[in-house]
């Protein structure tokens, strides 16, 4: 059974970081683009950040960039999502997404085709 799962979410204040994992069960991720998304509440899914199969491409959102970081640990079949100096606007829930093609170019919801359930991440004091 082909299966994301998301973790690492959590309540954190302004200023903090988080690290949040994708884990592949059912298929080897390597074989795959990744991408996260987040989707605030009263919002469209709106993508943060992608690593191509051969970690050749990447891309960031521009809220996001400097300050996250995605990276895969293939031996482990997990990809990551550093966020360092978070900001209330982070506040979403984040998803991960697969897809067979490309190199981090269009990422947009539409083009992904199995998704994880999501992972809560909350910036406030």
């Known amino acids: 059974q082909v299966q994301l799962v998301e973790s690492g979410g959590a309540l954190v204040q302004p200023g903090g970081s988080l690290r949040l994992s994708c884990a592949a069960s059912g298929f080897t991720l390597d074989d795959y683009e990744i991408a996260w998304f987040r989707q605030a509440p009263g919002k469209g899914r709106e993508a943060v950040s992608c690593?191509?199969?051969?970690?050749?491409?990447?891309y960031y959102a521009d809220s996001v960039k400097g300050r996250f970081t995605i990276s895969r640990a293939n031996a482990e079949n997990t990809v990551y999502l550093q966020m360092n100096s978070l900001k209330p606007e982070d506040t979403a829930v984040y998803y991960c997404a697969t897809r067979a093609w490309g190199s981090c170019t269009f990422v947009r919801p539409s083009f992904y085709g199995s998704w994880g359930q999501g992972t809560q991440v909350t910036v406030s004091s």
């Open positions: 690593i191509s199969r051969s970690e050749t491409n990447t």
